[in-house]
């Protein structure tokens, strides 16, 4: 006799997070704001005027999440809908810009405990890989089924709340403070991205400690002004090729305009130049700073990586030295061979870490004896 197999379907557990990211429930929010002036708004009648159908599963999932992230109280089945006080000033677009960021990164990411502790984790860092934040996403509750789901809503609301920028050509996870300070007059929430230079430590005028010195890469590379040539390739061999790079040898890798304007040379980075583990040089575009701090590192007798655009020759009194060319001709010849030169320059820093003492640069050759006392 056949047996009847009956299949339980698995209930599914709830998800430690909204079902949506932030931004539609605060377009909810900003329309309950218009319609009812910060007062609470009968629930039918407020559907009605948006022209949606209160009752609707759609509407439900909406007032549920925005209920999730706080911006409003009262459930899909209650008369009354009411903007919370931090909800009213995240929808308020008339409040002060400060205002209005505050309360949208309190709601967004820090009333959701597993954003909250994501956030915590990679703050001040660039976005980790995917894959590495749906591992740390399990490990900090969720569950295999929603880690990625939740992932993909957290980028998606830091982005939003300003706390994702890209920043020397890699999206970076910028510190609360760092985006509050860096808020001009006028702008919206949204579009400060592009404005403002890579949190760093060295940002300050206090002296710079040799034990970060010793775990520092200075990058000396053309970097020019805002939406030039010279910035975005700087930015691309620096987010894409040089710290993917320097990563095993955990190294923090330093640029100049992370410590002052782009340029100018001061003593913060005569100090990096002198005292860094490693420099990292990209002699591409003949740039005459580049050379000069350059020349700075040949005379000390420090390790040195060079690398170069294939579209320039490299500079006769460097020519014999080791140089990665880097094709950028187009992006299709790139892009495949990233990987290539990633491994060439951890090649080269492997080599020169391990004979620290022993830098091949034309002072070194001609003039082996010569010490620089500081």
Same mark, same amino acid.
């Given at each position: 006799? $056949?047996?009847?197999?009956?299949?339980?379907?698995?209930?599914?557990?709830?998800?430690?997070?909204?079902?949506?990211?932030?931004?539609?429930?605060?377009?909810?929010?900003?329309?309950?704001?218009?319609?009812?002036?910060?007062?609470?708004?009968?629930?039918?009648?407020?559907?009605?005027?948006?022209?949606?159908? !209160?009752?609707?599963?759609?509407?439900?999932?909406?007032?549920?999440?925005?209920?999730?992230?706080? *911006?409003?109280?009262?459930?899909?089945?209650?008369?009354?809908?009411?903007?919370?006080?931090?909800?009213?000033?995240?929808?308020?677009?008339?409040?002060?810009? @400060?205002?209005?960021?505050?309360?949208?990164?309190?709601?967004?990411?820090?009333?959701?405990?597993?954003?909250?502790?994501?956030?915590?984790?990679?703050?001040?860092?660039?976005?980790?890989?995917?894959?590495?934040?749906?591992?740390?996403?399990?490990?900090?509750?969720?569950?295999?089924?929603?880690?990625?789901?939740?992932?993909?809503?957290?980028?998606?609301?830091?982005?939003?709340?300003?706390?994702?920028?890209?920043?020397?050509?890699?999206?970076?996870?910028?510190?609360?403070?760092?985006?509050?300070?860096?808020?001009?007059?006028?702008?919206?929430?949204?579009?400060?991205?592009?404005?403002?230079?890579?949190?760093?430590?060295?940002?300050?005028?206090?002296?710079?400690?040799?034990?970060?010195?010793?775990?520092?890469?200075?990058?000396?590379?053309?970097?020019?002004?805002?939406?030039?040539?010279?910035?975005?390739?700087?930015? *691309?061999?620096?987010?894409?090729?040089?710290?993917?790079?320097?990563?095993?040898?955990?190294?923090?890798?330093?640029?100049?305009?992370?410590?002052?304007? !782009?340029?100018?040379?001061?003593?913060?980075?005569?100090?990096?130049?002198?005292?860094?583990?490693?420099?990292?040089?990209?002699?591409?575009?003949?740039?005459?700073?580049?050379?000069?701090?350059?020349?700075?590192?040949?005379? *000390?007798?420090? !390790?040195?990586?060079?690398?170069?655009?294939?579209?320039?020759?490299?500079?006769?009194? *460097?020519?014999?030295?080791?140089?990665?060319?880097?094709?950028?001709?187009?992006?299709?010849?790139?892009?495949?061979?990233?990987?290539?030169?990633?491994?060439?320059?951890?090649?080269?820093? @492997? @080599?020169?870490?391990?004979?620290?003492?022993? $830098?091949?640069?034309?002072?070194?050759?001609?003039?082996?004896?010569?010490?620089?006392?500081?």
């Amino acid at each position: 006799m $056949a047996k009847t197999v009956v299949r339980t379907r698995k209930k599914r557990v709830s998800r430690s997070f909204p079902a949506s990211s932030f931004d539609e429930p605060l377009a909810f929010a900003k329309e309950m704001l218009a319609f009812g002036s910060g007062q609470q708004v009968r629930r039918l009648t407020f559907f009605n005027h948006i022209g949606k159908s !209160p009752d609707s599963g759609t509407s439900r999932q909406l007032i549920t999440n925005s209920n999730k992230y706080g *911006l409003t109280e009262g459930s899909y089945k209650a008369d009354f809908l009411k903007l919370t006080d931090t909800g009213a000033k995240a929808a308020n677009g008339d409040a002060p810009l @400060r205002e209005q960021a505050k309360a949208r990164i309190a709601l967004s990411i820090e009333s959701v405990p597993l954003f909250k502790t994501l956030y915590d984790q990679i703050v001040g860092n660039k976005l980790p890989a995917k894959a590495a934040l749906i591992d740390a996403a399990v490990t900090a509750g969720a569950s295999k089924e929603d880690a990625e789901e939740a992932v993909d809503t957290l980028i998606v609301n830091l982005r939003g709340a300003g706390l994702l920028q890209t920043l020397s050509g890699a999206e970076r996870v910028v510190t609360i403070d760092h985006l509050l300070d860096s808020l001009p007059a006028g702008a919206a929430i949204s579009d400060v991205t592009r404005t403002t230079k890579a949190p760093s430590a060295a940002a300050s005028s206090e002296p710079i400690s040799a034990s970060e010195l010793s775990k520092t890469c200075f990058y000396i590379t053309p970097i020019g002004s805002q939406d030039s040539e010279q910035r975005n390739h700087s930015d *691309l061999f620096l987010a894409n090729i040089v710290e993917p790079a320097l990563g095993p040898f955990s190294l923090q890798v330093v640029r100049a305009d992370q410590i002052d304007k !782009p340029g100018v040379i001061t003593k913060q980075i005569i100090d990096y130049l002198i005292n860094s583990k490693l420099v990292i040089v990209d002699l591409s575009f003949h740039n005459p700073n580049v050379f000069y701090e350059l020349a700075i590192r040949h005379m *000390l007798k420090k !390790p040195v990586v060079q690398i170069i655009r294939r579209a320039e020759d490299i500079p006769f009194d *460097l020519v014999s030295m080791r140089t990665i060319v880097i094709d950028t001709a187009n992006i299709y010849t790139l892009v495949p061979k990233l990987e290539t030169y990633k491994s060439e320059i951890a090649n080269q820093v @492997r @080599r020169a870490l391990e004979n620290p003492d022993i $830098a091949d640069n034309p002072i070194s050759v001609y003039y082996p004896n010569l010490k620089v006392e500081l």
